[in-house]
């Protein structure tokens, strides 16, 4: 698993990531440092998206054979934003407000690091309990209640339940991953189709536009590509292959058609909300990201 650390500061950073890496060889750790104090609303975003380009990085380095999963263990309150508006549903992520005082003595800094190491190693131990869990649900075929594109199942219920399980300390309290992922199947008019000599999973639009698990209809893609590719935000390019920070089944989309069999005839919404018409023709692709082909 790949942890990205945020809004550790500069003063503290490195002894923090040389323990959290010690302690915890089978993981691999992220910790860009942050300035911290006073720090603008332009300077956040520039350190956050440098931080999910790290991230991306640090995925395509590891071998083929080897699929990450990732999250996100933020250590400052004033990221919180940029995690709610940019990173949602496409990772997890946990706030931890750590000790960082403005000003302290060199003798005074290893109690702070340890401090710190303290809060992240909970959070850390607490991630990768929940990353197994939602690995599981992912992985169904037929059950993708959890990856249904949010702009263009165009349900302001359904996208508020899948958007808030990416801060699962608040949206888990009193209920489940397997319970978010029947009410969703509830919202959605969720059913199962035989087609193709294969089990579908069917959800309904409010329009009766249906969205359509693809079996083994994965267009031949056999690694985690995102589709759109260069074009498209280092969080869009994500959102294409990741769900709650865990790997999306290789060329995963939905296939959307009417039940009818007749046109579309819909205005669709893409994955960086230009609108996409399809009015003539009988299906469409769109992926998790909302890349519609």
């Not at 003595?105 to 340890?114: D, E, K, Q």
């Not at 909970?122 to 594109?149: G, M, N, Q, W």
């Not at 949010?150 to 888990?172: M, Y």
């Amino acid at each position: 698993m790949i942890f990205l650390v945020v809004g550790v500061r500069p003063e503290f950073a490195k002894r923090v990531h040389a323990k959290i890496e010690a302690e915890f060889r089978e993981h691999r750790f992220l910790m860009p440092t942050f300035s911290g104090k006073n720090e603008s609303v332009r300077g956040i975003e520039d350190y956050m998206r440098t931080s999910a380009v790290a991230l991306e990085a640090e995925i395509a380095q590891l071998p083929r054979q080897k699929i990450a999963r990732f999250a996100v263990v933020c250590c400052d309150s004033t990221l919180l934003t940029n995690l709610e508006n940019e990173w949602r549903p496409h990772t997890v992520y946990s706030f931890v407000p750590v000790r960082q005082p403005d000003r302290v003595a060199p003798a005074g800094i290893p109690m702070i690091v340890n401090g710190i190491l303290s809060d992240i190693r909970d959070k850390v131990r607490y991630l990768s309990r929940l990353l197994d869990e939602f690995s599981i649900e992912i992985s169904r075929p037929t059950k993708a209640a959890l990856c249904l594109p949010l702009r263009n199942f165009d349900s302001v219920e359904i996208s508020d339940l899948i958007k808030q399980l990416s801060e699962p300390e608040k949206a888990l309290a009193l209920t489940s991953i397997d319970q978010v992922r029947r009410e969703i199947e509830a919202r959605s008019g969720y059913h199962t189709i035989r087609e193709r000599g294969q089990n579908l999973g069917v959800f309904v639009r409010t329009d009766n536009v249906r969205f359509k698990t693809p079996g083994r209809e994965l267009h031949g893609q056999r690694r985690l590509e995102s589709p759109g590719g260069d074009s498209c935000s280092v969080h869009c390019r994500l959102a294409g292959v990741y769900r709650f920070g865990c790997p999306l089944m290789p060329g995963f989309h939905f296939d959307c058609d009417r039940s009818s069999g007749e046109p579309l005839k819909v205005e669709l919404v893409g994955c960086h909300n230009q609108p996409e018409k399809r009015w003539k023709v009988t299906h469409a692709n769109i992926f998790p990201n909302d890349y519609v082909r």
